[in-house]
C-alpha cells in the first residue's frame, strides 16, 4: 500500500507507483482523508486526478481511507507500506513514521523507494506553491493535474 495526501499527484509520485507496480502483485494507492491538512483538492477530486493518470497499470488500486495508515493497511490484508525518500532530509520524518508504524504493526513492513533522481525536488508543495503564483508546472505534474490545477486556482476562492 502507498499512503499519502497525493494533493496533488505529480511525476514523482508517479515514477514510484510505476516502478513499485513491477515490484508487487497489487499495489493501493492510498489517500489520507484529513481536512485537517487543509487540501487544496477535495479527496474526490484527488480520487479522479488518480483515476485519470493511473489507469495503464492494471495491478494499481485506487482508495481513501481514515485514521491510521497500518490500521487501513491491516483491513486491506496489505503487508507492505511504500513510501518515497528524496533527499536526506525527508529521512527522519520517515524513519519516524516507519518506526511508529512498525511499533503498532510489527507484521507490516514499511519498504523505501529512492525517488527518480529527475524527480527529487518535486513535492505536492512545491507545485502548488510555483502553480499559485503563476508558474509553469508542465514537466512535474501529470497534464491533466496541471489543467486542474489551473481550473482551480483560476476559479473561484
Ligand atoms: O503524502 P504525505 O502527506 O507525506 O503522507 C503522509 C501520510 C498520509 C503517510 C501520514 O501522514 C500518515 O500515515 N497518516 C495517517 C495517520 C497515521 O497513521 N499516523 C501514524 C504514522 S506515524
Not at 2 to 31: E, K, Q, W
Not at 78 to 91: C, F, H, P, T
Request: with cysteine.
Amino acid at each position: 500500500m502507498y499512503p499519502g495526501s497525493f494533493d496533488p499527484i505529480t511525476n514523482g509520485h508517479l515514477d514510484l507507483i510505476a516502478r513499485a507496480s513491477r515490484l508487487v502483485d497489487r499495489l493501493i494507492v492510498a489517500i489520507l482523508r484529513n481536512e485537517a491538512k487543509a487540501p487544496l483538492f477535495s479527496v474526490e477530486e484527488r480520487m479522479r486526478m488518480l483515476e485519470a493518470v493511473l489507469h495503464p497499470y492494471p495491478n494499481v488500486e485506487i482508495a481513501t481511507f481514515e485514521g491510521l495508515t497500518v490500521g487501513y493497511a491491516a483491513e486491506r490484508g496489505a503487508n507492505v507500506i511504500l513510501r518515497g525518500i528524496r533527499a536526506v532530509s525527508d529521512y527522519e520524518y520517515e524513519l519516524q513514521m516507519a518506526l511508529m508504524n512498525r511499533r503498532l504493526r510489527p507484521e507490516i513492513e514499511t519498504v523505501f523507494l529512492m525517488a527518480g533522481e529527475a524527480y527529487s525536488y518535486i513535492s505536492s508543495r512545491l507545485v502548488k506553491e510555483v502553480a499559485r503564483h503563476g508558474g509553469d508546472v508542465s514537466g512535474l505534474v501529470p497534464e491533466q493535474v496541471c489543467e486542474r490545477l489551473r481550473w482551480k486556482l483560476a476559479g473561484p476562492a
